[in-house]
């Protein structure tokens, strides 16, 4: 069950450029939160701006009772939220959502990030490594400094490919492009999970198509609530059993969806 | 209804004045593992059509200072699956159930509320003649004198139970239609639905909306709504609600103070759902403070300069 609590932030780390990493006290997230689930939540200090964010949960930290996030400050949500110092509390209100569901065994789970959408796959791949599933991670970003997570991956012995559309670190050109050459080279079924811009998004959902794999992909539109009930976050999305296409809220039916079953604008 | 909180407003009891508002807390059960419903006043549900309703486009919802412009469209299950599916659970929760009504014609107001009729659970209709994200009724009804008085007249043939009809800001003078709608039949107000509002993308020279415009709520409109419920109160004899960008006890007792009987809390919502108990919290220290009985001792004590109490 989520929970809605004033949480203090326990640790800040920064990260080269605008990232942190930043860990919250909340028993109910540490303990329940599934990788792809997400918390809203919002700096004390700042009056503005107005609503809590949606941030997806990075890892949990069960025996400590905390979270962590993964933040890029681009804005006054996210830049207040930078700005605590330890001690001081945001609202918060978590685990919500539906997360990522792990493959079958025997099945490798193919893990697509861009950017900071990297930020569930660290939690869902120590889950995967706890499950003894295969999987392999895709880190794309445009430029070296949007991977910052490099570091923190490489250390964890994951098995990480990168990408950058401008070349400045691992494979030149879209993270799609390591993903289907790694495609072609495997010899066992996959799965893929993606988290990043829709249109890196729609460009994984086509790969599994075309290849006739399964896709999960977690959808980020603009969010109110987080609980459905402003109905702001809504994706038109079209199950096998709809005879046409739905709003359906991200908050609480996603922000993991079925790629199959997304109607991509 | 006993106690320093509870409250009667146009035959409807409530143990503590707030509810919350619709469009903003779903049918109620959205928030049963977060909070205890019992905590609230009542709860107005999403407003209602005869068949369910799939809304506006997206963009949605646009962040404003200390605002959300909205434009959902009325997205809803239909009266039917919310009468069938949502108010059976509402029966263990001790809180007042209002349901707004909404309808692109006036016969569907009046199907959707006689439908309501045979619900037992149901304590009240709030009338919805200010949505501003629909083409058909909402404030084209409730921008109009002849319609507002001939939707709640509809509403109140053929219902026994307190009828609330919700007024736009979106008018030139609230207390005529406050007036209209108290000749009609209405048992209370509520006051005021969102301010009609615009935000623009300037590098693609569009709203930010995909309806266009929307509807401006939260702290922003605050002292309009304040100053709208003012005079919709003074104007009438009946009952008025508040709301308009609750967030504290403080913003709560504004609208008592200047006549309201009660308060919907509306955007809050979205920003801390555990508002409530803190809300209640803070107005039984204030009557505590000024040594007052309840919260009926507080409703319009405004003391206005160049009037006489």
Known sequence: MP?????????????????????????????????????????????????????????????????????????????????????????????????????????????????????????????????????????????????PLVEVLTESGYPLSLSTDDGTSGTPGRVTAPLTTYLDAAAGPSVLYACGPDAMLHAVARVARERGLGAQVSLDPWMGCGVGTCLGCVVRIQRPSDPRPKWRPACTEGPVFDARDVVWS | MSGPLAVEVGGLSLKNPLLAASGTF??????????????????????????????????????????????????????????????????????????????????????????????????????????????????????????????????????????????????????????????????ALSCINTLLGLVVDVEKRRPRLAFGTGGLSGPAIRPIAVRMAWQAARAVSIPVIGIGGIMSADDALEFLIVGCSAVQVGTANFVDPGIYERINAGLVAYLERHGLAGIRDVVGTLAYPGETK
């Open chain 1, 3 to 147: 929970a809605n609590l004033d949480v203090p932030l326990v640790s800040r780390e920064a990260l080269p450029g605008p990232y942190a990493l930043l860990t919250f006290e909340h028993p109910q997230v540490a303990r329940e939160a599934r990788p792809g689930q997400f918390v809203m939540i919002k700096a004390h200090t700042a009056p503005e701006p107005f609503l809590r964010r949606p941030f997806s949960i990075m890892a949990v930290d069960r025996e400590r009772g905390t979270f962590t996030l993964f933040l890029k400050g681009v804005g006054p949500g996210s830049r207040a939220l930078i700005d605590l110092r330890v001690g001081e509390e945001a609202g918060c209100l978590g685990p919500l959502g539906r997360g990522f569901e792990a493959p079958p065994p025997g099945t490798e789970a193919l893990l697509v990030a861009g950017g900071y959408g990297v930020a569930p796959f660290y939690m869902f791949a120590e889950e995967l490594t706890a499950l003894g599933r295969p999987f392999h991670l895709f880190y794309g970003g445009r430029s070296a400094p949007d991977l």
């Open chain 2, 26 to 187: 779903g049918y109620g059960v959205e928030y049963e593992s977060l909070l205890d419903l019992s905590t609230l006043g009542g709860i107005v549900s999403k407003g209602l059509y005869l068949e369910p309703r799939d809304g506006c486009d997206v963009p949605r919802i646009v962040e404003t200072p200390s605002g959300l412009l909205n434009a959902i469209g009325l997205q809803g299950v239909g009266v039917r699956a919310y009468v069938r599916d949502v108010l059976p659970r509402l029966e263990r929760y001790d809180t007042a159930v209002v349901v707004n009504v909404c309808g692109d014609t006036v016969e569907e107001y009046a199907e959707v509320t006689r439908i309501l009729e045979d619900a037992p659970r149901v304590d009240a209709i709030e009338i919805n003649i200010s949505c501003p994200n629909v083409k058909k009724g909402g404030m084209a009804f409730g921008g109009d004198p002849r319609m507002t008085h001939e939707v709640v007249a509809a509403v109140r043939r053929v219902t026994r139970r307190p009828v609330i009809p919700k007024l736009s800001p979106n008018v030139a003078d609230i207390a005529l239609f406050a007036r209209v709608c108290e000749e009609a039949g209405a048992s």
